[in-house]
C-alpha cells in the first residue's frame, strides 16, 4: 500500500507569507462596489428560498440585481478608459 503522507508535503511545502500587493489590495478596492452588491443580491436571493417571493422580496431582487449590473458597468467603463488613448496628447 502507498502513503500520501509524504507527497502533502510536496503540495503544502513553503505556502506564502508575503501577503497580497498593493496592486491586489488596489484591484480589490475597485472592485468593492460590485462585491457589496453581489453579496447584497445573494442576501435577497436567500431570503425568498424557502418561500415565494413576496411583493417585497421582488423589489428587494430587482433593486439587487440593478445594484449589480450598475457596478458591473462602472468597473467596465473605467477599464475601458484605461485603455482609450487621449485624443491631442
Known amino acids: ?9 510536496v503540495v ?3 505556502p506564502p507569507t508575503d ?3 498593493a496592486a491586489e489590495l488596489d484591484a480589490i478596492e475597485a472592485e468593492m462596489p460590485l ?12 431570503m ?11 423589489q428587494r ?6 445594484k449589480v449590473l450598475a457596478a458591473r458597468r462602472e468597473i467596465a ?9 487621449e485624443v491631442g496628447a
Open 1 to 9: 500500500m502507498k502513503t500520501i503522507a509524504a507527497l502533502q508535503a
Open 19 to 21: 501577503g497580497p500587493t
Open 35 to 46: 462585491i457589496s452588491a453581489e453579496v447584497e443580491l445573494l442576501d435577497a436571493q436567500i
Open 77 to 85: 467603463n473605467q477599464t475601458a478608459t484605461m485603455f482609450v488613448p
Open 12 to 14: 503544502t511545502a513553503n
Open 48 to 58: 425568498t428560498i424557502d418561500r415565494p417571493p413576496s411583493e417585497l422580496d421582488t
Open 61 to 66: 431582487l430587482r433593486r439587487a440585481v440593478r
